[in-house]
């Protein structure tokens, strides 16, 4: 959100968090920008599409849709997984996504185009283990993107995904690689070119921004 505002977009954050969404919005205000925090548990769907109405009837429209939700549940193998465990995270991770999009579509339709980025993590050799419902929810998301992308570009609305890591440890006694990452300058700036006026071709990518975390995944 820091990035996006002070590159000179207008910012909403829809979030759980009143405490830290409102004081995030002051801090745009501080560095030039303007923003709107709405209240949003990200598993209402009623709540995401009140929360875009409200963005555009502040703001006139919606260019850009940055999704990124988080649901972590106890950290234990795949056999021990359970299926509230699984519904938690597809509800707050993926639908919450995928109602996200359903819900400023038409608005991007209607004023020529947009831009979609939804955040997931990086799938394959450097997958984090314990968290299996997390993974699946993540790696939906990345079916999602691609169906939007291929489904509406005829509306100029492109749709990227980008797999990002904060870390790089692949395990808790092995954290050779790349440093952890800043998300304001090192991942956030990705999701500011995708959303940009200078995107004008890239859609149905996944783009990963993991300090090269999967370099690594197969030494020992």
């Not at 597809?90 to 639908?95: P, R």
């Amino acid at each position: 959100a820091r990035r996006f505002a002070r590159d000179g977009a207008t910012v909403v954050i829809v979030d759980a968090d009143a405490d830290a969404g409102a004081r995030i919005v002051d801090e745009l205000v501080d560095l030039g920008g303007r923003g709107l925090f709405v209240a949003t548990d990200a598993g209402d769907k009623a709540a995401l599409d009140g929360a875009v109405e409200a963005a555009c009837t502040s703001f006139g429209r919606v260019d850009a849709l940055v999704t990124g939700a988080l649901q972590h549940t106890a950290l234990v193998g795949l056999e021990s997984k359970t299926d509230a465990m699984f519904d938690s995270a597809m509800k707050a991770v993926f639908y919450s996504a995928a109602w996200a999009m359903q819900a400023v579509l038409p608005i991007m339709r209607e004023q020529g185009g947009g831009r979609i980025v939804n955040y997931c993590v990086p799938v394959g050799p450097a997958a984090c283990p314990d968290t299996a419902d997390f993974n699946a929810a993540s790696t939906a998301i990345i079916g999602l993107t691609n169906t939007a992308a291929a489904e509406w570009a005829k509306h100029r609305v492109l749709c990227n995904a980008v797999a990002l890591s904060a870390t790089v440890a692949l395990d808790n006694s092995d954290a050779r690689g790349a440093p952890p990452a800043d998300l304001e300058n090192d991942i956030a700036p990705v999701a500011l070119f995708l959303c940009s006026d200078d995107n004008a071709y890239v859609t149905g990518s996944v783009i990963r921004v993991d300090g090269g975390a999967q370099l690594s995944a197969g030494r020992r």
